[in-house]
Structure formats: C-alpha cells, structure tokens
C-alpha cells in the first residue's frame, strides 16, 4: 500500500511518500507520522470497516434532573475500536461525583451526577431613620432551588411597633453560587396631636402594642395660658385694689415618634431636625402696659408695669406687686399765706375797742347797714375769715354772728356818745 503525505497549503503537492506492507507501518519524517498498513495481506481481497456510536457521558442533578446535553466519548488515540479519556464538565453551581472516565464498553453510557452546593439567601431588615439593622433573616438551600420566604409577617410585626414600610425589597428567585441579600427598609412612623385628641400619659402610642411607648404627655398640656398678675398691698401686705391677671394663650401641635415615643420637629422631606413642641401664640404675645391705680393718701413705689414683650409658651407665670405707702402728713398742717387786715368799717364814728375783739381774730371786711325803720342794724360778710395761729377758715355765718354782737356793741356805746353830745 503506498501512503502520500501531501502539503498542507497545497493539496497537490507530495511532500513525502512510502510503501507500507500489509500489517506494518511506516514513520514519515515530516512532523514524525506513522502510517500503518491495515490489510491483512497484500493480495487484492475486500476488506469491510464497521463502525459503532460512541456512548456519551449523562449529565444530571440530585433529583435526576438533566443539566446540559450529554457530552459524547472521546476515541481511543492509538486504538480506534476503543473510546478515549472523557472529561465530566464543570458545573457552575455544582460538584460532580467524578472527574473523568475511561470507558470499558466504548457504546454504553456513563451518568455522572452532579450535587449542588449549598447556597443562602439573607433579608436584611433595616431601620432608615436610625441608620441601622434591625435584624436579618437567613434562609438556607442548595444552588438553583427557589427560596422558600415571605415578608409579610416580619413586615406586619414592625408596622404593630410604630415602624412604616418604606420598601419591600424581597424578590424571592432560585439560590445563587453567591450569597444572595435582600433589603426591606423601614422608617419610623409619626402621629401628629393637638389639644384636640384626647389621650393621657398612660395610653399606648400604638394600640397593637399595649406594651409600647406611651404617650409622653396628656393631650390637654397642649393648651397652655401664660399669666401675669399685678397684685397692689399696702405696707403691711394687705390687699389694696384687685389684682389684674393678663393672659396669653398658646396652642401646641406635637409630632411623636411612634417608635421612641419622642417629640419631634420634622422639615419638608419628613427628616428630624429637632425635639420640642410647635406653639402658636392665639393672642399675641405682648403683655400690654398696667398703670397704677390711685389710692387717696397713699403713694404707689411703683407708677405703672410695663409691657412684656416677645412672650412665649415656656416662661412661667409672671407676678408682680405694688406697694402702697401712706402720705406723710405735717403735723402743723399745710401752711397758709398771712392775709392782710381789713380794719372794721362802721356807719358811725365810733371807734372798735379792741378788747371786744379776740387777739387771735382777723376779720377781713364788714359792711354794716342801719334800718332806719326798725332801728336795728344789720351786718353782712362776704369773705372768709381767717385764725391765723391755726390756719383753719370758718364759715361766714360764725362770723356774721360775732361780726353782729361787736357792731352792735359799738353802736350801742356810739348813741350813749351822742346823747351826750347832745
């Protein structure tokens, strides 16, 4: 038999040629080929080749399962009746029970079967408001089963705490060669309370969790009155005039924390950016000026209270006290401007005796007429008078009185003067 080795890039082209005797073989020398001469002899006879299908390598998981096609037997490389080392293929997920085969019967099939690994999956519970977990569940399976796993209990409890479902991020799926992580995230949930709601200190914040945080304060220390009051005493501390009490209202509006219980201040992204209360001021916030009742004689240590400004709900309540101190009276009494003195006058020329007069008596003017009809006199006065020595004024009829008795006194010694006279 004569075996031709041909160029690669030219197909027409002997490079090397030898004759092979039946049942040998021959080595070329180009690229160290052997050649072998398979007839049995070299007379002219028929010679018949059969061929039989290879087995295959049968690729299946735990429950049977067939992961890919099967992977065909490799030939035998010196013995073309007999099949070759075949390779069990990687598994991304999976480890195979062998590595590689060699085949005894070249035509059966071989079943490599392949285990999953162990894989997990975690669903992380978190707390966006704080920042931190709140805990995290870890569900265990083999790789490509599904995961077994539902929220929604775990969501139900943190709602029953005060907490609100932001996002569910539990997707479920099969199990992956890595771990695979899902998030559910929380934040705390408020409740908004005024005057209005009727609630104490003792009632839950969340009525599914009796045992909870409660309300940090009674609903109604959310209406709160600011007072001044203005007290006025005498000296000895006893009451002079009636108090006046000044009051500003202011109506509080709370944001409580459903999870902690506290009072917060939230801005427009619903974000916490303080504790405390918001009030609003329903009359102002300005106590207006107070002036100082009189009280007759008594002085006041104070004039007026002054306005307050800027008041809000967190001062306390305001007293102020004015004291009333009695006037200090000049045990002479007031003094008065010495009058002039006004001498008598008379109808007559008869001259006033000054012992029918008080040393102490001034008497300003008066003005006597004589009733020629009756023959009486009659005297009037038209001004006060006056005791200098105590500075007290008397009534004009005192004085009518005592101005009459002189006049009529001096008269009478007048017509015993003209009688004689006469």
């Known amino acids: 038999m004569e075996v031709l080795m041909y160029d690669g890039s030219n197909m027409t082209k002997v490079i090397e040629s030898h004759t092979v005797k039946a049942g040998k073989s021959v080595k070329f020398f180009y690229n160290n080929y052997t050649a072998r001469n ?18 295959s390598l049968i690729l299946l998981d735990e429950n049977g399962k067939e992961l ?4 065909e037997f490799n030939n035998g490389p010196n013995d073309p009746t007999k099949a070759g080392l075949t390779s069990a293929p990687i598994i991304e997920g999976y480890i195979a029970d062998i590595e590689y085969v060699v085949p005894e019967d070249p035509g059966k099939d071989i079943t490599v079967i392949y285990t999953a ?7 992380i519970y978190v707390d966006e408001t704080r920042g931190k977990q709140l805990e995290t569940a870890v569900v265990d399976g083999k790789y490509n ?9 775990k969501i139900k409890y943190y709602e029953s705490l ?14 992956g060669e890595d771990t695979k992580t899902f998030y559910v995230t929380f934040k705390h ?10 609630f104490t200190e003792e009632d839950p914040i969340n009525p599914d969790n009796p045992d909870g945080p409660k309300y940090p304060f009674d609903s109604i220390a959310l209406d709160k009155t600011i007072t001044r009051t203005v007290k006025y005493v005498y000296a000895d501390e006893t009451k002079a005039k009636d108090d006046v009490v000044q009051k500003l209202r202011f109506r509080g509006t709370a944001i409580i924390d459903k999870v902690t219980g506290e009072v917060i201040i939230l801005d427009e992204n619903g974000r916490k950016i303080s504790d405390g209360i918001k009030w609003t001021a329903l009359d102002g916030t300005t106590f207006i000026q107070v002036i100082s009742p009189d009280i007759a004689g008594y002085t006041p240590d104070r004039k007026e209270i002054g306005s307050l400004e800027n008041v809000d709900s ?12 009695k006037d200090i009276v000049d045990p002479e009494g007031p003094k008065v401007p010495a009058q002039v003195e006004t001498p008598i006058e008379s109808t007559n020329d008869a001259p006033i005796l000054p012992e029918q007069l008080s040393p102490d008596t001034t008497i300003n003017k008066v003005e006597t007429v004589e009733n020629k009809e009756s023959g009486k006199v009659e005297a009037a006065t038209t001004e006060d008078v006056a005791l200098p020595q105590t500075g007290h004024k008397h009534s004009n009829a005192g004085l009518i009185g005592l101005g009459l008795a002189t006049i009529a006194s001096i008269l009478g010694l007048a017509g015993t003067r003209k009688r004689k006279k006469d």
């Not at 089963?145 to 209990?153: G, K, L, P, R, V």
């Open 38 to 55: 398979p007839f049995v002899t070299d007379s002219a006879h028929e010679a018949q080749f059969v061929y039989k299908e290879l087995g």
């Open 68 to 71: 890919r096609v099967p992977i």
């Open 117 to 123: 690994n162990a894989a997990k999956a975690e669903i």
């Open 145 to 153: 089963e599904t995961i077994n796993y539902s929220t929604a209990d």
């Open 162 to 175: 005060g907490y609100e479902l932001v996002k569910d991020g539990y997707v479920g799926g099969k199990f």
């Open 189 to 198: 949930g408020t409740v908004i309370v005024t005057p209005d709601d009727k």
């Open 314 to 325: 967190n001062i306390d309540d305001i007293i102020e006290t004015v004291v009333y101190n």
